[in-house]
C-alpha cells in the first residue's frame, strides 16, 4: 500500500508547501486567474507533447513556464494589467489544448494529456517527487533569502523600486514559480483544481495572521495538511485525488475562518504584537 | 551654483501609451528651494517625477546633482526621497507605519545583510519628527489620510536623500491635515532640503521659491508672484 501512496504523498506535501508559499505572493498580487491560465497552458503543452510524440509533461513544464516567464515583460511591454493578459491567454491556451487533441489521430479519453486535467494518485511517480523536491527548494530559498525584498515588492511595487529595491525582478521571478508550481502540480490534483494548492492555503493563513512574514511561514504548512490530508482522504475513501485535495483545502479555510480572532484585520487593540521586521 | 534637479528639452513617452507624456519639458531647481508643478491633470506633472526618478526612458537631458538619470539610476534614487501619488493604503495593508518607514533603507543593504538596529531608531525617530511615534506600530492602512501621507514623507525622509519628490502631497486631506503636512514641508525646506512637489492647491504656493506651469508635456517658469491658482489657470489658458 505505501509504495502505491508514498509518491504521491511526498509529491503532494512538496507541492502544498511551494504552493503555499507562492500562494501568499499570489494572493497579494491579486492573481487568481494565474491558476486557471497556468493550467491551460500546461493542458495545451501536453496535448502538443502528445501531437508531435514528446513527453508530455515535459511540453506541459514547458509551456506553463513560458507563459509565466512573459507575462511580466509582455505586461510591461504593452502596459496591460497581468489580469488582463492572463484573461487573454486563458481561452487561447484552452483553444490550443483542444487543437492539439483534435489533431492527435486516437487520443483514448485515458490518456496523459487528459489526466493531466483532473489529476491522478496512481500517475505520480518519484521523478515527480524529485522535480518537486527541487522547485520547493528553490522556492523556499528564494523567499528566504530575499525577504525583505519580497517583502517590499509584495508591499508597494513602486516605493521598493524607489528604495532600490529591483521589484520588477522580484515579481517575475515569484510568477515564473508560480508557473512552475502549477506545472509541476498538475499531475497530482490536475489542471481543473490546481489553483486551489496556490490560494486556499495562502487564504487560510490569512485568516489567523495579518502579518506578510506569518502569513510565508504559515501557509506552507497549511499547504503540506491540506494535500497530505487530500491524498490520504483519496486514498482511504477511494476520491479522485484533485477532489480530496479541494475538499481538505475548503474544510481548512472554514475552520481557520471559523476561528479567525481578527477576520484579517487586526484590531488597534493588539497592534502592539508583532512588533515589526529588522 | 549648480542645480540639483534638472530637465532640459525632454521627451517621455509610457509603454504603451498613446503619444508623449512629454513634449521638451526643462526646468532647473537649486539646493534648499522650492519647486512647485501645476497645470491640468495629464499634463505631464507626475512624468517630470517620475522621469527623475529613471521609472521611464526619455529623450534629452535629466540630471539630478549632476548625474545623467538614464547612466545612473541607482545612485540617483538613493539621493531622491519620492512620495507617490494618490497612494493611500486600504485597511488589510500588510505593513506596519514603522516598517512602511524602514523601507526606506532597504536599499542600502545587501540581501544576507541584517538591518540594525539603529535603522529601526532611524526611521523611528523620523515619525517622532512628524509627530507619528504612537502610531509606529499600527497597520499602516488603519491610519488617517494625513497620517499615510506622513508616513510616506517619513519613509522618504530616512533615505537620507537631500533631494524631495512629492507627488500631490495634499490630495484627499482635510483643511486641518494639510495644513499641518504644509507646515512639515515648509520645515524641510527650511533645514536645507530641496523639494519639487505637484500640487493642485494653494497650500504651499506663495512660499515657493520657483513654480512651473506644465500642459501637453511642457514646462514654463512662472515669475513671482505665485497664485492664486484660478489666476494661473487663466493666464496659462485651462
Same mark, same amino acid.
Given at each position: ?37 497556468? #493550467?491551460?497552458?500546461?493542458? #495545451?503543452?501536453? #496535448? ?16 506553463? =513556464? ?85 517583502? #517590499? ?100 479555510? =472554514? ?24 | 551654483?549648480? @542645480? ?5 528639452? &525632454? ?8 503619444? $508623449? ?16 508643478? +501645476? ?29 545623467? &538619470? ?5 545612485? &540617483? ?33 545587501? @540581501? ?10 532611524? $526611521?523611528?525617530? $523620523? ?5 507619528? *511615534? ?16 506622513? *508616513?510616506?514623507?517619513?519613509? *522618504?525622509? &530616512?533615505?537620507? *536623500?537631500? +533631494? ?19 507646515? $512639515? ?13 505637484? +500640487? ?31 489666476? +494661473? ?6
Amino acid at each position: 500500500m505505501w509504495s502505491l501512496i508514498l509518491p504521491s504523498l511526498v509529491a503532494g506535501c512538496l507541492a502544498g508547501f511551494s504552493g503555499g508559499l507562492l500562494g501568499v505572493a499570489a494572493l497579494r498580487l491579486r492573481l487568481s486567474a494565474l491558476g486557471y491560465a497556468m #493550467a491551460h497552458a500546461a493542458f #495545451a503543452g501536453a #496535448a502538443l507533447g502528445l501531437w508531435l510524440g514528446l513527453p508530455p509533461l515535459l511540453t506541459a513544464f514547458i509551456l506553463a =513556464l513560458a507563459v509565466a516567464a512573459l507575462l511580466g515583460p509582455i505586461s510591461e511591454k504593452t502596459g496591460l494589467p497581468v489580469d488582463s493578459i492572463l484573461a487573454i491567454l486563458f481561452p487561447l491556451t484552452m483553444a490550443l489544448g483542444f487543437l492539439f487533441i483534435a489533431l492527435t489521430p486516437g487520443l483514448p479519453l485515458t490518456s496523459p494529456a487528459l489526466t493531466l486535467f483532473w489529476g491522478s494518485l496512481l500517475g505520480v511517480g518519484w521523478t515527480d517527487v524529485f522535480v518537486l523536491s527541487g522547485l520547493a527548494l528553490v522556492t523556499a530559498g528564494f523567499v528566504a533569502f530575499f525577504r525583505r525584498e519580497v517583502w #517590499a515588492s509584495l508591499v508597494e511595487r513602486r516605493l521598493a523600486e524607489e528604495a532600490g529595491i529591483p521589484a520588477r525582478w522580484i515579481l517575475w521571478t515569484l510568477l515564473f514559480l508560480l508557473g512552475a508550481s502549477v506545472a509541476g502540480s498538475m499531475r497530482l490534483v490536475g489542471g481543473l483544481l490546481v489553483y486551489i494548492m496556490l490560494f486556499l492555503p495562502a487564504s487560510s493563513a490569512a485568516q489567523l495572521v495579518w502579518d506578510l512574514n506569518r502569513q510565508f511561514l504559515l501557509a506552507p504548512v497549511f499547504g503540506v495538511i491540506a494535500t497530505a490530508g487530500g491524498v490520504g482522504l483519496s486514498f482511504w475513501a477511494d476520491l479522485p485525488v484533485g477532489t480530496a485535495i479541494a475538499l481538505t483545502s475548503c474544510g481548512l479555510f =472554514l475552520l481557520c475562518w471559523a476561528i479567525s480572532p481578527r477576520r484579517r484585520i487586526p484590531s488597534l487593540q493588539t497592534k502592539g504584537e508583532d512588533r515589526g521586521r529588522g | 551654483m549648480d @542645480p540639483v534637479l534638472e530637465l532640459s528639452e &525632454v521627451w517621455a513617452a509610457y509603454p504603451g501609451g498613446r503619444g $508623449a507624456a512629454l513634449r521638451g519639458a526643462s526646468l532647473r531647481l537649486f539646493p534648499g528651494e522650492l519647486g512647485l508643478l +501645476i497645470g491640468p491633470n495629464g499634463a505631464g506633472k507626475t512624468t517630470i517625477l517620475e522621469v527623475f526618478l529613471g521609472f521611464l526612458p526619455y529623450r534629452g537631458v535629466a540630471r539630478v546633482c549632476g548625474l545623467e &538619470v538614464h547612466k545612473n539610476p541607482k545612485e &540617483v534614487r538613493r539621493r531622491l526621497g519620492y512620495m507617490p501619488q494618490a497612494l493611500f493604503f486600504p485597511p488589510d495593508t500588510p505593513c506596519r507605519t514603522l516598517d512602511l518607514v524602514m523601507m526606506g533603507r532597504f536599499g542600502f543593504y545587501r @540581501p544576507w545583510q541584517r538591518l540594525p538596529q539603529t535603522e529601526r531608531e532611524r $526611521a523611528f525617530s $523620523a515619525l517622532v519628527g512628524l509627530g507619528l *511615534a504612537e502610531k509606529a506600530d499600527w497597520p499602516v492602512g488603519q491610519l488617517s489620510g494625513g497620517q499615510q501621507r506622513k *508616513a510616506l514623507l517619513a519613509r *522618504a525622509l &530616512v533615505k537620507g *536623500a537631500k +533631494i524631495l519628490l512629492l507627488d500631490e502631497p495634499f490630495a484627499s486631506l482635510d483643511p486641518e491635515a494639510r495644513a499641518d503636512l504644509a507646515q $512639515a514641508i515648509l520645515h524641510l525646506r527650511a533645514q536645507g532640503l530641496t523639494v519639487l512637489a505637484v +500640487i493642485h492647491e494653494e497650500d504651499i504656493l506663495s512660499q515657493a521659491d520657483r513654480v512651473w506651469f506644465v500642459r501637453d508635456g511642457k514646462t514654463a517658469e512662472l515669475s513671482r508672484p505665485f497664485g492664486p491658482l484660478p489666476e +494661473i489657470f487663466n493666464l496659462c489658458g485651462r
